[in-house]
């Protein structure tokens, strides 16, 4: 075993799963955190690119949403995750089968919440290409994420931790993920 495995085994927080709606941080505080604990990092939808070899757009225009949702959920469960990792999930993860489930029983689950007016923000200043969105802009892009995030919210609620996404810091997130 390598020095690096024995320190995140000695560390033993287990794995963290990320969960929240497109644009809420999960990859940019996964992987500050993950850095910040010298720990694995996964995002699975960079996962699902290299896997299908094109990007999660390019992947919905040519297969659609169902078996980008099945490909997602495959790739959840089928990683080998060392014991203490960090995962940052696709915004629509926790929604489809029984991935919430699933990632309760398999580790901790961290919802980073936002309203929809400060995740509307966010995506208009994000480079990622968001298949879902639809290019929407403004008060357009608040309307949806607005009806969207109902629909959505009792799936993230059921995270084992509910952490406020705004003025996020490494520190507070180890401090929230410690209770
Ligand atoms: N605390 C923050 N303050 C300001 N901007 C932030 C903050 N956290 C993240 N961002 C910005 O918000 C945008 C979305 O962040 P990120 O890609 O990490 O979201 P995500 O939850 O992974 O989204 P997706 O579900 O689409 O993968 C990025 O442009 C990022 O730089
Ligand atoms: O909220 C969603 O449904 C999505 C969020 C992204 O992370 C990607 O997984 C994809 O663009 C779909
Ligand atoms: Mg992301």
Redesign the pocket.
């Known amino acids: 075993m390598s020095d690096t495995n024995e320190l995140q085994v000695a560390k033993g927080f287990g794995r963290i799963f990320f969960v ?10 996964g992987r500050k955190l993950a850095t910040h604990l010298n720990c694995h990092f996964v ?1 699975l ?1 960079h996962l699902l690119e290299e896997k299908a070899g094109m990007g999660v757009a390019e992947y919905f225009s040519s297969f659609g949403e169902d078996a980008f949702r099945q490909l997602e959920s495959d790739l959840l469960k089928q990683t080998e995750y060392p014991a203490d990792a960090i995962i ?1 999930t ?2 629509g993860l926790p929604c489809f089968f029984d991935n919430m489930e699933w990632m309760n029983a398999n580790g901790k689950t961290a919802y ?1 919440k936002l309203s929809p007016k400060t995740l509307a923000q ?2 208009e ?4 290409e ?1 298949p879902v969105l639809q290019g929407k802009k403004g008060d357009e892009l608040v309307e949806f994420i607005t009806s969207k995030l109902a629909e959505r919210e009792s799936f993230y609620e059921q995270a084992t931790h509910i952490i406020d ?1 705004i ?2 810091s490494v520190e507070r997130l180890e401090e929230e993920l410690a209770k």
């Open positions: 929240g709606f497109m644009g809420c941080g999960k990859t940019t505080w995002d939808d940052s696709g915004g980073i966010r995506l200043g994000s480079k990622t968001r996404g003025s996020l």
